[in-house]
T-cell receptor, first 112, second 113 residues
Framework: SQELEQSPQSLIVQEGKNLTINCTSS?????LYWYKQKYGEGLIFLMM?????EEKSHEKITAKLDEKKQQSSLHITASQPSHAGIYLC????????????FGKGTKLTVNP | DTEVTQTPKHLVMGMTNKKSLKCEQH?????MYWYKQKAKKPPELMFV???????INESVPSRFSPECPNSSLLNLHLHALQPEDSALYLC????????????FGDGTRLSIL
């Protein structure tokens, strides 16, 4: 079965700093999804990457998919306290699948 | 604001109680999901409904009984739960089963006494 490993597990940064979170798959990635979750709340969809080399940006968050490395990275520029939360990557199986597999998450703390 | 609405937000129940969790979406999605999330763990899939029919049951104990009355509503009926069932229960929906992204509700925090 496919496994997703996220690194780092947790990250503490000073406001204004840039940061990167990685998600590495044990198998070929056909679709990679980034979600953000605040404690005790639901998951907020951030971005979907479906092609090797694809890069998407939303406000100060950029995500890339490196198909060859079976890896995706999430980069936050000039972090703000509002970026704090748990970032989860998710992936599905080739051909589409009802089952979304998640990484264990990266907890981000942004100190003012 | 989330487009998937879950009620209640919090629920405390005894092991002999019967209660239900509710989920509603008005995005016209034809697939709906139930996930269970324990503290500091990622969500784990429980059930998938596609066009109001159960398509996946991830070997969930029968004390959890899902129901999809129509394309906008998804219920999770609870009976005789165990303390280890305490968790955050998340509902999600997507255009069709197997399509992404899934849109999640804010969850119901369930505590079993």
């Amino acid at each position: 079965s496919q496994e997703l490993e996220q690194s780092p597990q947790s990250l503490i940064v000073q406001e204004g700093k840039n940061l990167t979170i990685n998600c590495t798959s044990s198998k070929t990635l056909y679709g990679l999804y980034w979600y953000k979750q605040k404690y005790g709340e639901g998951l907020i969809f951030l971005m979907m990457l479906q092609k090797g080399g694809e890069e998407k940006s939303h406000e100060k968050i950029t995500a890339k998919l490196d198909e060859k490395k079976q890896q995706s990275s999430l980069h936050i520029t000039a972090s703000q306290p509002s970026h704090a939360g748990i970032y989860l990557c998710g992936a599905d199986k080739p051909g589409g699948s009802e089952k979304l597999v998640f990484g264990k998450g990266t907890k981000l703390t942004v100190n003012p | 604001d989330t487009e998937v609405t879950q009620t209640p937000k919090h629920l405390v129940m005894g092991m002999t109680n019967k209660k239900s969790l509710k989920c509603e979406q008005h995005m016209g999605h034809r697939a709906m999901y139930w996930y269970k999330q324990k503290a500091k763990k990622p969500p784990e899939l429980m059930f998938v409904y596609s066009y109001e029919k159960l398509s996946i049951n991830e070997s969930v104990p029968s004390r959890f009984s899902p129901e999809c009355p129509n394309s906008s509503l998804l219920n999770l009926h609870l009976h005789a739960l165990q303390p280890e069932d305490s968790a955050l229960y998340l509902c999600a929906s997507s255009q069709e089963a197997g399509t992404q992204p899934q849109h999640f509700g804010d969850g119901t925090r369930l505590s079993i006494l």
